[in-house]
C-alpha cells in the first residue's frame, strides 16, 4: 500500500452467512468499481464477537478518495436482508509493511477510540506479528485508528483477548473472504 493511499472501512452488522451476504454486497460493491480502488471483505471468525459481522476494506489513491458510498442507500443493495451498514470513515497509513502471507494466518482488527493513541502499547502487544497502523485522515472518523495484525490461528485468541481488557478498542479476528476484486 503507498503512503498517499487512504484506506475507507466499512463495517456490516448482520447475522447473515457468507452464501446470503456476499451476493449483495457485491452489488453494493459496485459503486465503487474503477480502476483506482483495491477492495477486500474480511468475515468475522466464530470465535471473536464484535459487532462487525465483514469490514469492507477500500484502498484508495489520496488524490481520488470517494465517499460515494456514504450517500449511497443501503437498502437498494440490501432489500430483503438486515444488514446495518456503518461507515467507520477513511485512514491514512501510518505503519504497513509487505509481509509473506501463511496459510493459518488470519486478521485482527482493533479499532480503537479516538482517545487512546498510545500506539507504542499496541506495537508492542504485537510482538513478532505483523501490525499496520491506519491513523483517522479526517476528524469524523468513527475512531482514531485501525490497526491489522497479521497473526497465526494458535496465537490469535490470546491477543484479542489482551486488547479487549481496554475499553476504548473494538477487536475481533476476521478472515479474508474469497470474493471476486471488482
Known amino acids: 500500500m503507498a503512503k498517499d493511499s487512504i484506506v475507507q472501512f466499512v463495517g456490516y452488522i448482520t447475522q447473515l452467512n457468507q452464501e446470503v ?3 449483495d454486497w457485491e452489488q453494493y460493491s459496485q459503486t465503487l468499481a474503477n480502476k483506482k480502488t483495491d477492495l477486500f471483505l474480511l468475515e468475522q471468525t466464530d ?3 464484535n459487532k ?3 469490514i469492507s ?3 484508495w489513491p489520496e488524490a481520488d478518495f470517494n465517499h460515494s458510498m456514504v450517500y449511497e442507500k443501503p437498502s437498494r443493495f440490501f432489500p430483503e436482508h438486515s444488514v446495518k451498514i456503518v461507515q467507520t470513515g477513511g485512514y491514512f497509513p501510518l505503519q504497513s509493511k509487505k509481509r509473506q502471507k501463511e ?3 488470519c486478521k485482527l482488527v482493533a479499532f480503537l477510540s479516538h482517545d487512546e493513541n498510545d500506539l507504542e502499547y499496541y506495537q508492542q502487544l504485537a510482538g513478532k506479528n505483523h ?3 491506519h491513523q483517522a485522515y479526517y476528524e469524523s472518523c468513527s475512531y482514531g485508528y485501525v490497526l491489522e495484525f497479521s497473526v497465526s490461528e494458535r496465537d490469535a485468541d490470546e491477543l484479542l483477548q489482551a486488547l479487549k481488557k481496554h475499553t476504548s478498542v473494538e477487536a475481533g479476528i476476521y478472515r479474508e473472504c474469497l470474493v471476486p476484486h471488482i
Open 57 to 59: 476494506k477500500h484502498i
Open 103 to 105: 496459510e493459518t494466518d
Open 21 to 23: 451476504f456476499e451476493p
Open 131 to 133: 501490525v499496520e497502523v
Open 47 to 49: 470465535e471473536s464477537k
Open 52 to 54: 462487525f459481522r465483514y
